[in-house]
């Protein structure tokens, strides 16, 4: 490990600790308020919080790291040195901002299990799992899962309603905190639409065309998780809007690469060190953009019978895996994905007006480094 | 109809336009930006637009009334006046909080549909049940329902955050706009609380004794629909802490009245006059205060087999009907609603520091007079 890797490593966890601990302070306070309010309304604080608290952290990380990376760049460019350090928030604003965009994603998470039915998440019982474990107290049949469920509505809803107050309450010039609410009220409403179109193709309500399938990925990913947090650091550095749109762009192009480079490891993945069930996707018949490649060709027939089988065998998902392969699919999503990371390079290379500065694209490049290297 | 009569509902149209107006602007903004993103959220927003939209606007109301009746009290209190109208906000602040109100009704509404699995709401399909109506693109059987679903939590949640941002966006003194969003954070997680037991209690995971029900009353029903709308009109006056903390319990014992005199009405009510399903509450096994009362009298263990049967009959319900008025329940509970009213009477001529002025108390009266006479 290098020393610069090392210096990395060490200002990644400082800042990891302060986003941990600013969730923290939050929960601690409702607890403090919920404590009169019986041992259930608590019980669901602590594992809304244990839940929280497992992440990443990819998110704030990436806006603090781009804030640091625009402050840096403020303070070499003589001239804009005096005004900036004026305006310049508290570390702890773009701490809490930070916060607030993981309780968001946190939110999203939660609701998506609900939604999906899921129970379990990175190998553990997630929240809805934890509430709906047998006790003594279960009345009838049906009764813990229902409860557990809407325990899951609840809790996201408290983290949603976190995230916006983390936004709402930012000491910053109201100019900054308008910007900002902007911004999470246009990425929420563009997060739902995305979700609402997951589902619906799911669901076998929305056709699944390709170009739907990549809107879709847009904006139920790429939105909250790479646009947002970029978009946030250039507000809070109080830079122009030529580079908040900007970086959207690189943001929208580095969160479709992830979320594609994340539908080939679900479908083609190791499940021994991704750690998910490796034929969830298979069986759930999740329409990816494999999979609208896939039924545009002439193997598709064979396949269809497989896809969304939720009693799919282990041979008859291998098998399909091959078919996917085969057809194709595979290669056609990896150039996909090389075609996000090349415009995405474009972008980093432009130097116009709004160009994005080099800490700022070093951070970016760190980031496809990651996302390049994961196996989860 | 009196002159007074006519002029007060002459005010309250004006008020629910207001509202209305705000409202309808918010939904306009949000279908201008959705409607790059597909026809599914454009939809989902035009059917929440109609679902908000469709209500009584009691809550907003209450806030906009005491508030005009605060400022009037400030108004006729000449030590204080330079003060305090070089400090009120204008109206439209005002009409805004109150529109933040009705927006977290609706998302309690809406996510209270989901939970419940209820399609109907006010005798009309809701959000759910018309995302629900079957059509030619459903794929599957539990698809369409489990997209109406999905697009009920969404909606609430748009709902959820639309509270937020108009509580965020007001243009009020810092001090102030922090006041209020404690206010909300405190009355949502109460909310919380209050929903999380409630389905608790109806799953047979809490336990249902008479102080667990009166504290959830007064949690899901009075913290959000009577003491949010009063405290927020005072601290919009910029009031004292003493008449937020009198104006909060008077909203308790007001709220509690509300609900429990809502219990009688689904219980014993004609089914003809308020409109719902005369025996929801006893086929879902509702656990409320009269359920309560009955639970520990001697008729119990007759009454018991039908409480909570989904396919209780006719002749079963009206049975049921019949024996918890005779153990005494009904009365038990007029009597609640009556020591609730008489404690509330006892706040409103205190004449001590942080006492109720004059012009709220009719306020209150009036909303008094509208639930004691109601029969929906």
Redesign the interface.
């Known amino acids: 490990m290098s020393t610069t890797t090392v210096q990395e490593s060490t200002a990644h966890a400082r800042l990891r600790f302060d986003v941990e601990q600013e969730l923290h302070g939050l929960f601690t306070r409702?607890r403090a308020?919920?404590s009169g309010?019986?041992p259930?309304?608590t019980r669901?604080l602590s594992l809304t919080e244990r839940q929280i608290q497992g992440g990443k952290l990819l998110r704030p990380l990436l806006l603090l790291e781009t804030h640091r990376a625009l402050q840096g760049a403020h303070e070499t460019a003589p001239s804009g040195l005096q005004a900036y350090r004026r305006r310049a928030p508290e570390h702890a604003e773009v701490v809490r901002i930070a916060a607030g965009i993981e309780a968001l994603h946190a939110a999203f998470l939660l609701?998506d299990d609900?939604?999906d039915g899921d129970v379990v998440r990175r190998g553990q019982p997630n929240l809805i799992g934890e509430l709906a474990a047998p006790?003594d107290?279960?009345?009838?049949p049906g009764?813990?899962r229902?409860?557990a469920?809407?325990?899951g509505?609840?809790a996201?809803?408290?983290l949603?309603?976190a995230a916006?107050?983390l936004?709402?309450?930012a000491a910053l010039p109201a100019h900054l905190?308008?910007r900002l609410?902007d911004l999470?009220?246009?990425t929420?409403?563009?997060t739902?639409?995305g979700?609402?179109?997951d589902?619906?193709l799911s669901?076998?309500?929305?056709t699944p065309d390709l170009s739907?399938v990549l809107?879709m990925t847009r904006?139920k990913t790429a939105s909250y998780s790479f646009e947002l947090p970029l978009r946030a650091a250039v507000i809070l550095a109080d830079g122009s809007a030529e580079l908040e749109a900007r970086l959207r762009a690189a943001g929208s192009h580095l969160g479709v690469a992830y979320q594609l480079q994340d539908d080939l490891l679900s479908a083609f993945g190791d499940a021994r060190t991704h750690g998910k069930d490796p034929y969830s996707d298979l069986r759930e018949g999740k329409q990816t953009a494999i999979v609208c490649f896939a039924r545009m060709s002439s193997a598709w027939p064979q396949l269809a019978a497989d896809f969304g089988d939720p009693h799919l065998s282990f041979e008859g998902a291998e098998r399909l895996r091959s078919g996917l392969r085969d057809c194709g699919a595979e290669a056609f999503v990896r150039g996909l994905i090389q075609d996000q990371l090349t415009a995405f390079d474009a972008l980093l290379s432009d130097g116009e007006a709004g160009a994005i500065p080099p800490a700022v694209a070093d951070v970016l490049r760190a980031l496809i480094a990651r996302i390049d290297g994961r196996q989860s």
């Open positions: 409702s308020t919920a309010y019986g259930e309304l669901l609701h609900v939604i006790s107290t279960e009345a009838r009764a813990a229902h409860w469920q809407t325990g509505i609840l996201g809803n408290l949603l309603s916006h107050q936004f709402a309450r905190r308008i609410l999470l009220e246009h929420i409403l563009e739902t639409a979700e609402f179109t589902v619906g669901d076998g309500i929305v739907t809107a904006q």
